[in-house]
């Protein structure tokens, strides 16, 4: 909307001085001004004329996009030249479009200095991307953060030290949220009948544990943690079978995506804690090789066959 209050004070008073309306204080001059408007007057402030047109914009619906200060001193002449003749003016002065998008509320006022705005920039990016779940993030959602976040080096820095609880949450199906006592470490570890085999090896919940240190010694000592540790290097637990597809497909598309180092940080995760598959107990390596669906999805493109191969 427009608010004729907008208008600066000084070119109200102008405005009815020059066109001899008289008036009592500064509530009575805008209520003046505006009955005024309505009539043809012989002297108008540039102010007042550009109130005008965007006035005239608002009451007829006119869809105007909102625009930066940097944005309008950016643009080239043709692109100043298009965005005049959608505000209806017939020069093309960039001071009198920044004024009017102001008429209509479009335009953000704040300038900062380049090195001032790309440090503020900085800092919300850390404020959105710190507010990201790594442990509980699934593989498409860093697909898209990957390709549509602005600030890419900050979040594949963020993405590749999350890696392992990345894959974690999305291929073992642990509730991370509540792997933060040896207790609950142990109901994972131990079989439910004596009978049955362990569902993850040792090498992934040392892991696990190394991940959620921190937490854990809130609930338990030093003493007690290591004293499980030795417990589970002394053990005999048996290798992990997971649903490799969600794992090889994540690193297909990390590397369509050009995203060839966090690629090879989710590929060595899945050798060194020995990930094999569920169906017939492929590694990673065979079942990238093997496995029809991602030669589908390789299918005519020959450069990332070659990246997968670099991976092994």
């Known amino acids: 909307m427009t608010d004729i209050r907008d208008i600066p004070f000084y070119d109200i008073k102008e405005f ?3 066109n001899e309306i008289s008036f009592i204080d500064e509530d009575d001059a805008y ?3 505006l009955i005024s408007l309505k009539r043809e007057r012989k002297y108008y402030p540039d102010s007042i004329i550009e109130w005008l047109i965007a006035h005239n914009l608002f009451v007829r619906k006119v869809n105007i996009p909102s625009y930066t200060i940097q944005e309008i001193d950016n643009m080239s002449p043709n692109e100043i030249s298009q965005l005049a003749k959608l505000l209806t003016m017939n020069g093309n002065n960039r001071k009198n479009i920044k004024n009017i998008l102001r008429y209509l509320h479009k335009l953000d006022d704040i300038s900062l200095l380049p090195e001032i705005n790309d440090i503020i920039l900085q800092k919300l990016y850390q404020l959105e991307i710190q507010n990201i779940k790594f442990d509980i993030i699934e593989f498409n959602d860093i697909i898209d953060l990957s390709s549509t976040h602005t600030n890419k080096a900050l979040l594949r820095k963020l993405i590749y030290n999350n890696m392992e609880r990345i894959i974690f949450y999305n291929v073992l199906h642990i509730n991370t949220k509540y792997f933060n006592t040896i207790a609950h470490i142990r109901k994972i570890v131990t079989p439910y009948q004596s009978y049955q085999r362990n569902r993850y090896s ?5 892991g696990l544990i190394k991940m ?6 809130k609930n ?3 003493k007690e943690l290591n004293s499980f540790i030795n417990i589970l290097n002394e053990s005999g637990l048996d290798l992990v079978y997971i649903n490799m597809s969600g794992l090889a497909t994540f690193i297909i598309n990390l590397l369509k995506s050009d995203e060839f180092v966090l690629a090879k940080k989710a590929f060595d995760i899945a050798v060194n804690y020995d990930f094999m598959n569920f169906d017939n107990g492929m590694s990673i390596e065979e079942y990238l090789d093997d496995h029809s669906s991602l030669k589908a999805i390789a299918k005519n493109n020959f450069n990332l066959i070659i990246k997968i191969k670099k991976l092994y």
Do not use: A, F, Q, R
């Open 220 to 222: 338990n000592t030093v």
């Open 212 to 217: 959620n240190e921190e937490e854990i010694l």
């Open 16 to 18: 009815l001085d020059k």
């Open 31 to 33: 209520h003046k001004t």
């Open 202 to 206: 040792k090498s992934i919940m040392l």
